[in-house]
C-alpha cells in the first residue's frame, strides 16, 4: 500500500496491530516496549536504566517540557518524569488501548500531575509551535509514513535551541542482497511498521526540516536485546513454550539488514540581528500545564526591546 497517499489506512493499520499486541506486550515486555536497552552491565532495573541513560542523551534536564512521541504504555516517561526533577511529559501514541492503560499506570504512580497523554498522530501535533524542549522518539519513527511532515511538525512544536532526539532500528544504507530485504520487509510487516528508515535517510529529513546538528551514529554495540527475547518464551514445566508476545514476533532473524542507532539534532536559535540594528528579539515561552489550552496561551513570544544607545 503507498500509505503516504493514504496515511488513514495505514493507521487503522498500526491501531489494529497495537489492540492486538497490547496484551502480550504488557504480559511479556513490561511497560517499556524496546526491542533494544542501552546495556549498562548487570544492575537492578535494567529497564529504568536504559530509559534513563537515553533522557542523558536526549540531554533532558530537570524542569524541562519533553514531548514522548509515539510513547506505548508510557514506560520511558515515567521512569522520566521519576527521576528528573520537575519534568513534565507530555505523551502521545496512536493506540487508543496504550493511551487508556498509560493514564491508569500515570494515575497509579501519582504522576497525573506531570505527565500527559493524547491520542494523536504524530504528524499532526496538538500542540502550540515552540513548546517543548525537547521532543523524543524510542523505537517509534518506523511507524512514520512520512518523514518530512513528522520532522516538520516536530519543528514546529520544538522551541528554539529545542532538541529533537531519536533512538531506533534503521536499515544499511549499503544495497541489500534479496535475502536482506525479504528479511526487512518481514521485520516490518511483523510490528506492522511502515518502514525502517537508513540513518541518512532520517538525518536528512532532519536537516530538510530546519534541524541543524544533525548527528547520527550506530549504537548496536552498546545494545541488548536479551530482554525482548526473553520475553518470547516461557518455561512451562520444564519445556521452553512461546508466549502470545513470542507466537506474534518470533522470527530467526540474522538482522543484517538493520541496526541500532541514534540521532540527535537541535532547532536553531534565531539569528542575532546586526550592529546597525537597534534592537534585539528575545524568544520566550510561558509556562503553563495544560498544553491543550490553546494556541494562544503558548505561542511564542517574540519580544523587542530597544538596547540603550
Ligand atoms: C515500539 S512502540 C515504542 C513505545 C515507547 N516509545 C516505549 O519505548 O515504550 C512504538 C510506539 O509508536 C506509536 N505510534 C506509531 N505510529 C504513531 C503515530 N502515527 N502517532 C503517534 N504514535 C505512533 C505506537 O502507538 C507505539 O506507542
Redesign the pocket.
Known sequence: MKSEEHPSAY?KQ?RKY?RQAHRPYLESVG????AGLMNLGPAEEPVTRSNLHLAAAAGIRPGDRVL??????C??GMDIARQIEGVTVTA????PE?AATAKKLIHQARLSSRIKVSL????RLPFPAGFFDVVY????VG??YDLARLFSEVFRVTRPGGVVYIKDVFSRERPLSQAEQEELAGFNRT?AQFQTPTLRQVREALAEAGFEQVRGRDLTKRITTAHALNAMFENRNGSLRPTEFGKMHFRSYRCAAVFFGEIKAARPEPKRLGPGNNSKRQHKCRKAHNPNQGEKTWQIEARRSSRSS
Open positions: 493507521r498500526v497495537w511497560t517499556t516496549f524496546q514522548d512521541a509515539g510513547c506505548g504504555v514506560g520511558p502521545v501514541t496512536i493506540s496504550q494523536a498522530d504524530y504528524h522518539f524510542f523505537e517509534s511507524y512514520s510490528y
